[in-house]
């Protein structure tokens, strides 16, 4: 686990990247036994578009939709036709195409991280994708997913930890998340937060350059980038793209889509494959685009940026004047049916030549012996105890939040003048109190643990598939690092409101008070969990809390005592009604419980115990329904 002083080690300003970059190397000796030649053979995606929306399906819309509710005909819609090309280790491909042209779509397959199904093949030294490949393989995704409120160097050092494996000594770990944030130039911003969307932080090529960091530290054979320059100003953008390129210089694959690069960021690609809706207008040397446009027939006019004549041709534009959409469209076919002609025989026939300089498949079963070993992550607990940091790191701010204990403290001193003193004998009062504070925690809980999964479904899903962790170190450290919120503000609410309120004195029935209340709360949360890991999208799990929870509430036997025989089951499964009665029976006893909840229903309930094993098992319940959610999850 990575102490503060680890996180706080040296912030000194390496900017010679090349000693960094041999640094990392060093530390993960592995990688430089892996230079991977990626081939892809005729790659294509088709999908089928949801009839009730016609896009990607998701939340409780996915729910009804699997559940059969619609009968209209998927249409289909192809994504990628049958692209392929070769990249070899010290290249760097640009991808460049138009925006839905699918250049993410083909990444996301090149990284084997595409949950759809795809034909086509793509290869590594001449073997499919399996997962020694995909662990050396970086991805950099076009959102930068990262955790808001850890510094630039607390989230390489806690990448560095959970990513290098086992054999890497913690010392080395952490001098290798150093060597990235200087290789990277981010030792100026290393102690800032990394900020998001709603949080102030580093600037977004900075933030772009940490995504980059996160994917170095496993010393990638294979990086892959989606529009790694997006946002960036053309100074930042060349320097980051130098940057890939020195990446590739040592013998690296690089793969980057590039959505409107500058002249001299071209130059700087070695290879390029141009996608127009899916189909290739050209892969071939950077160097050679423009004299292969001309052979046929498409020459510019005057001297232009050739990425933005590319882009102009995948748009089917081809002068300045007007041209109209069947114009365009001629232009593209005539651009495919060239491709098709001219220069795919040729990248089918690089591709079935043999690999070149791959020496490596000589030394190929000691590399993978070898790599095997060094690659094997880290134990379970470790996992767990460093996800656990990191998590109370990230929330240090959310957990203790001034408004939230501003909520539960004004909630208690409300209540405690309300009910000041209340007598044993306002049996109404007390009955009252005691459901109010079922309500209160109930729906504080369940609604706070909503947020848990969905707020993290980005990063959870890009680290999983790069298989950071097991998802059970992931799921345990999560619920260990929402204990201390969850059970110390319930306790300072009840350690007001209960003495305000004036019930029963004997420490024993505070305790046992507060020990009901825990357990309710753990339980409550439970609930917000599996619906929050099932729906994945935290407005719609909030939308099914409320009704659940109204539900509940509604059958927890204080509204209600002569609930129809046909919603009656409803009272067993709902946490409130066995709270409310384990509340009555510490503050008035069991015997006199029946005769305050004067319906012939209640009292067939059995007492404490029977409370007790149904608070326990939907602990329990809700938990394993929870993490069989998450196991779920797909991107
Ligand atoms: N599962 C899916 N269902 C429906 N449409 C999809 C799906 N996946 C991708 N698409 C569509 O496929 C097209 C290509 O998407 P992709 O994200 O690969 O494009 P892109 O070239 O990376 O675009 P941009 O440059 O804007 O990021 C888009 O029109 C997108 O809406």
């Given at each position: 686990m990575p102490s503060d002083r680890d996180l706080e080690a040296g912030s000194h300003d390496d900017t010679n990247g090349g000693v960094a970059t041999a640094r990392v190397n060093s530390i993960?000796?592995?990688?430089?036994?892996f230079p991977f030649t990626l081939k892809f053979i005729d790659v294509s995606y088709r999908v089928k578009l949801?009839?009730?929306?016609?896009s990607r399906g998701d939340g409780i819309r996915r729910i009804l939709h699997s559940a059969g509710s619609s009968s209209a005909a998927p249409e289909e819609r192809v994504i990628l036709n049958g692209i392929s090309g070769m990249v070899s280790p010290g290249e760097m491909l640009a991808i460049l195409g138009?925006?839905?042209?699918?250049k993410s779509t083909l990444l996301s397959i090149l990284a084997g991280r595409l949950q759809g199904k795809h034909t086509g093949t793509v290869l590594a030294n001449g073997h499919r994708l399996a997962k020694s490949v995909l662990r050396r393989t970086g991805f950099v995704t076009?959102?930068?997913?990262?955790?808001?409120?850890?510094?630039v160097r607390e989230t390489l050092v806690f990448c560095a930890m959970l990513r290098?494996?086992?054999?890497?000594?913690k010392a080395d770990k952490v001098a290798a998340a150093e060597a990235v944030i200087a290789e990277l130039g981010l030792s100026k911003c290393a102690d800032t937060s990394v900020g998001g969307p709603f949080v102030r932080g580093i600037s977004g090529g900075e933030r772009k350059r940490v995504c980059i960091g996160h994917e170095m530290l496993v010393n990638p054979s294979l990086l892959l980038l989606d529009e790694?320059?997006?946002?960036?100003d053309s100074t930042a953008a060349s320097r980051l793209v130098a940057t890939l390129g020195g990446l590739a210089r040592q013998g690296r694959t690089v793969v980057t889509s590039v959505h409107q690069p500058a002249s001299r960021l071209y130059q700087m690609f070695d290879s390029v494959l141009l996608l127009s809706e899916g189909s290739c207008l050209y892969f071939g040397k950077a160097r050679d685009a423009m004299d292969y446009f001309g052979s046929v027939g498409?020459?510019?006019k005057f001297h232009v940026n050739p990425a933005d004549f590319m882009l102009d041709l995948a748009n089917?534009?081809?002068?300045t004047d007007y041209q109209g959409d069947a114009e365009k469209s001629a232009v593209k076919q005539s651009l495919i049916s060239s491709y098709n002609r001219v220069l795919a025989p040729k990248v089918r026939a690089g591709l079935s030549a043999a690999v070149p300089g791959n020496a490596t498949h000589a030394g190929k079963d000691v590399c993978v012996e070898r790599g095997r070993k060094e690659q094997r992550s880290i134990s379970w607990r470790s996992q767990f105890s460093i996800l656990l940091q990191r998590s109370l790191k990230e929330r240090r701010h959310e957990s203790f939040n001034s408004l939230r204990v501003f909520q539960v403290m004004a909630a208690a001193v409300l209540s405690g003048s309300m009910w000041w003193?209340?007598?044993?004998?306002d049996v109404q009062d007390r009955l009252g109190l005691l459901f109010f504070i079922t309500i209160f925690w109930g729906v504080f809980a369940s609604f706070n643990a909503v947020f848990t999964f969905p707020q993290e479904r980005a990063i959870f899903i890009k680290e999983r598939s790069s298989g950071m962790y097991s998802l059970s170190s992931y799921f345990m450290a999560r619920m260990a690092g929402d204990l201390p919120m969850e059970l110390i503000l319930p306790t300072l609410f009840t350690l007001i409101l209960y003495w305000m309120a004036g019930l029963r004195t004997e420490p024993g029935a505070f305790l046992l008070t507060l020990a009901v209340l825990l357990g309710y709360v753990l339980v409550a949360q439970g609930l917000g969990l599996v619906l929050g890991a099932a729906i994945m999208d935290a407005k719609q799990a909030s939308t099914i809390a409320t009704v659940t929870m109204l539900a509940f509430l509604l059958t927890?036997?204080?509204?209600?005592?002569?609930?129809?025989s046909c919603l009656a089951w409803l009272k067993y499964i709902s946490f409130t009604f066995y709270c409310y009665r384990l509340l009555i029976i510490i503050q008035y006893g069991g015997g006199q419980m029946d005769y305050l909840l004067a319906s012939s229903r209640h009292r067939n309930t059995s007492g404490t115990p029977v409370c007790v094993a149904a608070l326990l098992a939907m602990f329990v319940g809700y938990r394993v329904l929870a993490y069989m959610a998450l196991r779920r999850t797909k991107a």
């Open positions: 993960t000796s592995s990688a430089s036994c949801d009839p009730m929306s016609g138009p925006s839905g042209s699918g076009q959102d930068d997913v990262l955790y808001p409120h850890l510094t290098l494996p086992r054999t890497v000594a790694p320059t997006s946002g960036l498409f020459a510019p089917g534009v081809t002068q003193h209340s007598s044993v004998h927890g036997g204080f509204y209600v005592q002569n609930i129809p």
